[in-house]
């Protein structure tokens, strides 16, 4: 049972497919509407966590491929407290085809993936959100014409985007610099177990505390909150730290003229992304969100296809 839980538990050359049906079924769309591949099919969405684009994106992806998705919020399955998340996967695996998941402990969508028998996505957790970075590597695709050789630059909190984002210039070949105040660098355990990858794509990775440095050179300057979701008592002290590591006009001057900025969104306006480049010429974020959905359904169809 195939599962797409990290990028790393992908070949570059499954992913690099994975993109080309995202522009396919873009386009396809955008000409009439898709094919209805997932004709009685159900995507199962837990999520622990809140969401618009997830959950908005899964869901009318579904509905485009001629399937359809349920909605298991928070309060409704107790994942791993009313229930063992071994029972709610192989439960669920008796109703749906597909799981979507959106978790706080990492181990909680493996260990559903452990005992589904229908392939399971994760749709965020603390560590990982693999989801955002096919869409974001599919608006810069589509923006610059190709992945490779490109520099990317991540701003802010070694967090789940973060980590994902590495990953994903390692599988598409993107330079990757990260800035990040201390004590919030990119784990040294994720970065222990990405070394072999990261080896192997032959990719340029500086783990940097100047965001002017980090983005010399940059065609893609990316950003995330400060503060993730469960961390909401951390803000004081986090707003403190970040400050100096806003993405604004100022520290564009600093990258190649013809950068895009990206952010997965929600934004903090103010905070970590500054209103003259969320909604500047270089701002690529809305297209970035809309591409949530055309990268999400390729992961459908070749999962649940
Ligand atoms: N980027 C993202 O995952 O947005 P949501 O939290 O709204 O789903
Ligand atoms: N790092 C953020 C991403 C939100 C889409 C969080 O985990 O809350």
């Given at each position: 049972m195939k599962h797409f839980l990290e990028l790393s538990e992908w070949s570059a050359k499954e992913l690099r497919e994975l993109l080309d049906l995202a522009v396919h079924l873009k386009r396809e769309w955008r000409s009439g509407g898709n094919r209805p591949?997932?004709?009685?099919k159900i995507l199962g969405m837990v999520f622990q966590k809140p969401s618009l684009r997830t959950r908005v994106s899964f869901e009318v992806g579904m509905k485009h491929l001629g399937g359809d998705a349920i909605m298991l919020g928070?309060?409704?399955?107790?994942?791993?407290?009313?229930?063992?998340i071994g029972d709610v996967a192989r439960v669920l695996s008796g109703y749906v085809q597909g799981i979507m998941a959106r978790v706080f402990d990492h181990q909680h969508v493996v260990e559903l993936a452990q005992y589904a028998s229908v392939p399971v996505i994760n749709g965020l957790s603390d560590d990982r959100h693999p989801c955002q970075a096919m869409a974001d590597m599919l608006t810069i695709y589509e923006h610059?014409?190709?992945?490779?050789?490109l520099k990317f630059a991540f701003i802010g909190d070694g967090n789940n985007v973060a980590q994902s984002s590495l990953l994903a210039c390692a599988q598409f070949g993107l330079d990757y610099a990260i800035a990040s105040p201390e004590g919030y660098e990119l784990p040294s355990h994720f970065l222990d177990k990405a070394a072999p990858l990261i080896q192997k794509s032959g990719i340029n990775i500086q783990t940097l505390r100047d965001p002017i440095e980090a983005v010399q050179n940059a065609d893609v300057i990316y950003t995330d909150t400060w503060v993730s979701m469960g961390?909401?008592?951390e803000v004081k002290t986090r707003e403190a730290k970040f400050a100096p590591y806003q993405v604004n006009a100022q520290l564009l001057?600093?990258?190649?003229?013809?950068v895009v900025v990206l952010h997965c969104l929600p934004a903090h306006r103010g905070q970590e992304i500054a209103d003259e480049v969320a909604?500047?010429?270089?701002?690529?974020i809305f297209p970035q969100a809309e591409n949530r959905l055309h990268a999400q359904k390729a992961i459908l169809v070749k999962l649940m296809g």
């Open positions: 591949v997932l004709a009685g928070p309060s409704e399955i107790g994942l791993g407290k009313r229930e063992s610059f014409g190709r992945l490779e050789g961390q909401e008592e001057t600093h990258a190649k003229p013809h909604d500047g010429k270089h701002s690529l």
